[in-house]
């Protein structure tokens, strides 16, 4: 479907001028058993208006429309209202584009029926039917009804489409008692399905409170979303289910794109959103695929698809085409002769050979037309830290300082115990002690202390992928072109609070014919161990990168999240307040963790084929979700408390003293996490201002049951995950969902580009081994003829690394319809006095939050984020305009 919207033309003439603002997408006249409605995706109120797509804005003000009393009827009142749609009507000459403008032209196009949140003397519900007519002048649907004067205050409205097209319904403005009904929603063709959609108004009902009118409705529209578990998901379908990650594998292709299933004893993983397609043929535990380039897309359920404008925008549409047109055309796979030709990728460009020049318009920022070239070019814009210093990668300060302010901050740990002991079985992998001695760390701490002293002072921190990595040493060495070791980095903080590397450990497990190999690297001043360093920290920054990408990044936000999703559409019906308080931060997070598995992380994707270990990528995010994930550490708070960096301290701002001060990500991140807290805080304890309303709302529990036993059904029996029962409870469990949506995922997402897209500074794999790892007399000899050669064969090869640039590049950017946290109130905020100043308050915090960063960023003192040609942190302040700006917090995960 994302093929068929990318690739349709805007310049098509429209047989009857009535230019609607909507999106309507052509009918697939698909039909299923128990497709029923349509849900809420999440979008802002504000209509934009743009020229090049003639989108027309209606009045917005349901202050403008009144309730006209009959003259002829006194008991009767006349309602009217009028219904907003968002974007704009893809321009295109269709069938069923010519059957809508007829539609519009002599008939309604939508019709309604109104429920009163009452019931009548017989307990009968009361409705009243309405059609709406498409107003090209005012661009907004119009309609009217009458009432008695006894009906009531309206709560509910079933709506159906009769366009052959889907629709996107933003908003129902009533005159009777001023109701809103906040929609964002795509709208499914009747011809789709007979059933008709059912919209609440804006205010909110704990299942307990709910007027009896609508508790029918309520309970109907959940079921509808849950499905049977049964059939093959639609297009149009609005289901929410479970399934295992059983779709990343291809047998069907090959026998050897084959990949285990994630989810269950042997691979524990979240649960990804049930799609019902058919099995392969050559394996019954494995989901076939579509093919991406003949347009077929994984099923979501239809409100969690992209608007037009993200669809059609910078952000969703390059990343696409990246993945379908470009990448395929990076076909040179040698390496790297000399340094000079990495800088041409930003000077002057690549060719790319035979490439379609419509890539030109579709990726701007990459891909280049030069006069009297026959073929296009690539060029990469240079990343922000090599334009301001050219050698930054290069420096020890900035290899730690990237731990505490770059896009990976959640890896690092303080050394508590010394000896460093492995917990794998020394039986299989060797000696589980590391080879880090006093000796080696007094030595490189100059004598300031001792290494008893430097650990009671908690100056020692670590960086450790040994455990995590070494299981899979040996058998990703058998496939071409990695060479991967488990890997210990030692640093030591310094009297001006910067960290200074003091070695690096790279351990390769025995095998049949060796013993475990295990050496330590330290900075030197000697040609050598120079050379040396350069190489062990390079293989370091390829297991970083690969565990940013596969746990920071992936699992902790992306993964973990699809669950929450899941199950909040499940059990808390649109009108309960926890929904909607959590519906703006699960935005396009289906859809783009659909698109991820479709092309990205699937069999010989971008993630295998770039990232060590290869093909085992997606089973060490199976084991860190096994080793390491925890819901009751997803805090920020709980994080740093976990690794070390923080201790409780009643007296220190934010009730934390962190270990190390100047941690910019903890630092900006704990003002985002005590703004979402305080904003959590007011409105739970609006709706819920005793506790025994949590504990017998029946649809909370329902949800956060599932959460702990279907979503995350693997981990159900661990001890640590939270109850919920109090306000409290709720307050942290929300809160920490949030955080992980917005401002965790912005650290580890929109700086991707900025660190990583000069590709020396974050190389994603490691190539060849360490020159000194058992080498033959002619490859050590070659090392120390040439060392910088060494260098760049360790490095990704020319494909995999513009490969990686080109998503990276993509991957940072911020959409023009995106939706930063505390920016904009939604309509059920507004709808309830108490809760609009909270949430004013929560916006009045996040803007007040962009001065302090500022500030503390122009503060020579914090040398981890101010300095001579170093990046200043931003990755968190709240805002941005769209492009690859690296800061911005958008409300959810969207890219």
């Known amino acids: ?178 109701v809103t009904f906040t929609c964002n929603s795509w709208l499914h063709s009747k011809d789709e399905n007979r059933e008709r959609r059912i919209f609440f108004a804006d205010k909110c009902y704990l299942p307990s409170q709910t007027p009896k009118a609508l508790k029918q409705l309520r309970q109907q529209d959940l079921e509808y979303l849950r499905g049977n578990g049964q059939g093959e998901r639609q297009s149009f379908d609005r289901i929410y289910d479970y399934d295992v990650y059983n779709d990343l594998g291809d047998p069907d292709t090959r026998l050897d794109l084959a990949r285990p299933v994630l989810g269950g004893k042997e691979f524990p993983y979240p649960r990804r959103c049930r799609t019902g397609r058919k099995m392969s043929s050559k394996d019954p535990l494995t989901e076939s695929r579509f093919n991406l380039v003949s347009g ?64 030109i318009t579709l990726l701007p920022r990459l ?120 890997s210990r980095t030692l640093m030591f903080l310094t009297p001006a609070g910067t960290l200074t590397p003091i070695a690096i450990e790279l351990t390769r497990p025995p095998t049949e014919f060796k013993p475990q190999w295990k050496h330590v690297y330290t900075p030197s001043f000697a040609a050598t161990g120079s050379w040396l360093w350069k190489l062990a920290k390079a293989h370091v920054l390829s297991h970083d990168s690969g565990y940013h990408q596969l746990v920071s990044h992936w699992l902790r936000t992306h993964c973990a999240t699809e669950p929450y999703v899941i199950a909040t559409h499940r059990h808390l019906s649109h009108i309960h307040p926890i929904a909607r308080l959590l519906h703006p931060h699960f935005r396009y997070t289906l859809k783009i963790n659909a698109l991820a598995r479709q092309a990205l992380i699937e069999a010989d994707g971008v993630i295998e084929s770039t990232f060590a270990p290869g093909k085992y990528c997606m089973q060490l995010s199976s084991d860190a979700y096994d080793k390491l994930w925890r819901f009751d550490h997803e805090a920020l708070p709980a994080d740093l408390i976990s690794r070390g960096m923080a201790v409780k301290d009643p007296t220190a701002p934010h009730g934390l003293k962190l270990t190390i001060e100047d941690y910019p990500f903890a630092n900006d991140g704990l003002l985002i996490w005590d703004a979402i807290k305080q904003w959590v805080t007011s409105y739970v304890n609006h709706y819920y201002p005793q506790a025994n309303l949590v504990e017998s709302d029946e649809e909370l529990q329902a949800w956060w049951d599932e959460i702990r036993n279907v979503g995350h059904g693997d981990k159900k029996h661990e001890p640590w995950w939270p109850k919920l029962k109090t306000q409290d409870d709720l307050i942290d469990i929300v809160s920490t969902i949030i955080w992980v949506t917005s401002g965790l995922h912005s650290a580890v997402n929109f700086g991707q580009y900025d660190f990583a897209g000069y590709f020396p500074n974050r190389p994603t794999i490691a190539r060849t081994k360490m020159p000194n790892d058992d080498p033959t007399d002619t490859e050590w000899q070659a090392f120390i003829n040439r060392p910088e050669d060494a260098l760049l064969k360790c490095f990704p090869s020319k494909k995999q690394a513009t490969t990686v640039m080109s998503v990276l590049d993509v991957l940072s950017t911020h959409s023009t319809d995106e939706e930063y946290i505390g920016k904009t109130v939604e309509g059920p905020f507004e709808a309830e006095p108490i809760i609009k100043a909270a949430f004013n308050e929560f916006k009045g915090k996040l803007d007040e939050m962009e001065g302090i960063i500022d500030s503390r960023n122009a503060d020579y003192n914090l040398r981890n984020r101010s300095g001579a040609g170093l990046v200043p942190y931003q990755l968190l302040k709240p805002y941005s305009e769209p492009g690859v700006t690296g800061r911005g917090i958008p409300n959810s995960i969207s890219i």
């Open 296 to 359: 077929s897309m994984y099923y979501v359920p239809i409100d969690e698809d992209f608007s037009e404008i993200k669809t059609v925008s910078f952000g969703a549409r390059a990343l696409y085409n990246l993945l379908m047109s470009f990448i395929p055309l990076l076909d040179r796979d040698d390496d790297f002769v000399l340094f000079d030709e990495v800088d041409m990728l930003y000077d002057e460009g690549v060719k790319i050979q035979g490439s379609d020049k419509s890539l």
């Open 1 to 178: 479907m994302l093929n068929s919207l990318i690739n349709q033309s805007h310049s098509s003439p429209n047989i009857f001028p009535l230019h609607k603002p909507i999106l309507a997408r052509d009918a697939t006249h698909h039909h299923s058993s128990s497709s029923a409605y349509s849900s809420p995706a999440v979008l802002r109120q504000s209509i934009t208006t743009k020229k090049s797509n003639a989108t027309r804005t209606g009045r917005n003000s349901a202050g403008k429309i009144k309730a006209i009393k009959n003259i002829f009827f006194p008991n009767v009142t006349k309602v009217t209202g009028f219904c907003l749609t968002k974007s704009a009507y893809l321009l295109r000459l269709s069938p069923s584009r010519i059957a809508d403008d007829l539609t519009d032209f002599l008939w309604t196009s939508l019709s309604f029926e109104f429920v009163s949140t009452e019931l009548d003397s017989k307990g009968n519900q009361k409705r009243v039917t309405a059609g709406a007519k498409y107003d090209a002048f005012a661009g907004q649907y119009n309609f009217s009804f009458e009432v008695p004067d006894h009906f009531g205050v309206i709560g509910a409205v079933l709506v159906e489409n009769d366009y052959r097209n889907e629709l996107f319904l933003e908003k129902i403005v009533l005159s009777h008692h001023n």
């Open 367 to 486: 891909v280049h037309e030069v006069k009297n070239v026959t073929d296009p070019l690539i060029k990469f814009e240079a990343p922000e830290p090599v334009r301001r210093d050219s050698f930054f990668w290069l420096r020890d300060e900035e290899f730690c300082r990237q731990m505490l302010a770059g896009i990976n901050p959640c890896g690092i740990q303080l050394v508590t115990e010394w000896p460093i002991m492995s917990k794998l079985d020394p039986n299989v992998y060797g000696p589980a002690e590391a080879a880090f001695t006093k000796e080696i760390v007094e030595r490189e701490i100059s004598g300031c202390m001792t290494l008893e002293e430097a650990l009671a002072q908690k100056k020692l921190f670590m960086l450790d992928y040994h455990d995590l990595l070494l299981p899979y040493v040996n058998k990703s060495r058998e496939l071409e072109g990695i060479s991967l070791y488990g």
